[in-house]
């Protein structure tokens, strides 16, 4: 503002002492414009040792408008992302000791199985036996493979004996004649089984000799006992004894006996009927004439205690000729 006032000052000083012109009469007198010339100095004066006592600078020119100082704009700072933590790791907790091995479970141990080695339609079948435990006593049981739970049927029992591998014969009941596939299974009272069908027909090989097989409804034993070495064309007897533990009384009439397999070592006829009453816990005898074949070698002959269709005891008998 003072330096308006000083640049105004000036321009009336150039103003007064122009009106001072030679040859003209003044209409100021020179008295009055001295003074004028004296106040205006007197205030510019004043304003310059002002302006030097506060150390700015005089100019020639009007003041400019002093501008307010701008704010210095300061780039804004961009927050960085603050880090992501880092998964807490999961403390694995090591064991302390290697466990034992678990003790063999009942599923670890192997499974039981049998094979259909032979057949003889509508006759017999003799099955091998594998990995079977030992000194348990199986139930044998043969029915039709389509309704086997409903219509099986017991034909006798079997020691595993040492246990692991064994063979058996048995003859197949009337309930399964003709049906074209057929199941045997075995069960102990330990919850052991095994089980497999076959076709009913004649196939494989039946041996001469294979571990004895058992009835619940009858205990047998026989005379030559089994295996017994004869000349050829010896003139025998064969003698079953037969113990009925059945729990019912075999009655005259619907009781018989007669050969179902094998060699036919029998001399005369093939079908007899038993010819007293057996209750039971009772024993009877039933003898054959048979003959030794001429050839050497093993042969074995079936007989059977039958009611109608039914085997209700298996009468077998194996010899060895030398």
Request: glycine fraction near 6%; proline fraction near 7%.
């Amino acid at each position: 503002m003072r330096n308006l006032k000083v640049f105004i000052g000036i321009i009336l000083i150039a103003f007064l002492a122009a009106c001072s012109i030679p040859g003209t009469s003044p209409t100021v007198s020179p008295e009055d414009i001295q003074k004028a010339l004296d106040a205006i100095r007197t205030e510019v004066a004043q304003t310059m040792a002002a302006e030097i006592e506060k150390g700015v600078t005089s100019t020639t020119g009007p003041e400019l408008p002093t501008l307010a100082p701008t704010a210095t704009l300061m780039p804004t700072e961009i927050p960085l992302p603050s880090s992501t933590p880092l998964p807490t790791a999961t403390q694995i907790v090591l064991p302390t000791a290697i466990p034992a091995t678990p003790t063999a479970t009942a599923t670890d141990i192997p499974k039981a199985i049998i094979t259909v080695i032979g057949v003889e339609k509508n006759t017999a079948v003799t099955v091998q036996a594998d990995i079977f435990p030992a000194n348990q006593v199986f139930k044998i049981r043969v029915g039709p493979f389509d309704t086997f739970f409903k219509d099986a049927v017991e034909v006798g029992t079997i020691n595993s004996g040492n246990g692991g591998s064994f063979k058996f014969t048995v003859l197949l009941p009337g309930q399964v004649k003709d049906v074209e596939r057929i199941t045997v299974r075995l069960d102990s009272a330990a919850g052991v089984f095994a089980y497999n069908y076959f076709k009913n027909e004649t196939s494989g090989t039946i041996p001469a000799v294979a571990t004895p097989v058992t009835s619940s409804i009858c205990e047998v034993s026989v005379s030559p006992a089994l295996s017994t070495v004869m000349k050829p064309g010896y003139d025998f007897d064969a003698v079953w004894t037969v113990k009925n533990i059945s729990g019912k009384t075999w009655e005259l009439g619907t009781t018989d006996y007669k050969y179902v397999r094998g060699t036919e070592l029998h001399k005369y006829e093939k079908f007899f009927d038993l010819n007293e009453v057996v209750k039971s816990g009772d024993s009877v005898k039933i003898r054959i004439d048979m003959l030794a074949p001429i050839t050497v070698g093993t042969y074995t002959t079936n007989w059977a205690v039958v009611q109608g269709s039914t085997i209700i005891c298996n009468l077998p008998l194996t010899i060895i000729v030398k």
